[in-house]
């Protein structure tokens, strides 16, 4: 029950970071790139999260990309800022944000997503199951080979 809060509580950060992605085509808000860039982050966090709460296949995968994507988007909406007041961008601001969301983001999201990674394999049944190597119990051979010759010697 907790992952789906984390889930649900971690959206409005990432909407802001991913809103950073919209300041890859230049200056402006309004160029239809950016816009597209925005657009297409939200929309893959939301397919994203919805993944995540239906603990679906390939949703770890997916979040992993999302945490980059948010990187990315944080260190652009700081470098547009820059770019936009002073129209220079500073190196070491964007390398100090870079490293500050990593760790104070990016890096407990993904330590609380690689914990929660067992509920998002499949449980296969096959051979090493039915031998009773993963704790079921193995049929002995005088017991299958009763029941072989009852059902053979049966009417």
Not at 1 to 15: E, G, Q, T
Not at 39 to 54: D, E, H, P, T
Not at 119 to 140: D, H, I, M, N
């Amino acid at each position: 029950m907790w992952f789906r809060w984390f889930v649900l509580l971690r959206l409005p950060i990432s909407v802001v970071m991913l809103l950073g992605l919209g300041t890859a085509s230049g200056e402006r808000w309004t160029s239809e790139f950016g816009a597209v860039c925005a657009v297409a982050a939200l929309a893959f966090l939301g397919a994203v999260s919805i993944k995540l709460l239906r603990r679906m296949r390939g949703a770890l995968l997916l979040a992993d990309w999302l945490l980059a994507l948010e990187l990315v988007g944080a260190v652009l909406l700081v470098g547009s800022g820059d770019y936009m007041v002073a129209r220079h961008v500073d190196v070491g601001a964007l390398f100090a944000c870079g490293c500050a969301v990593g760790l104070v983001w990016t890096l407990p999201n993904g330590l609380v997503l690689h914990s929660q990674r067992g509920r998002f394999t499949e449980k296969k049944v096959g051979l090493v199951t039915r031998l009773g190597v993963c704790g079921a119990k193995r049929p002995r051979f005088e017991d299958v080979d009763a029941s072989n010759r009852r059902s053979h010697n049966a009417p």
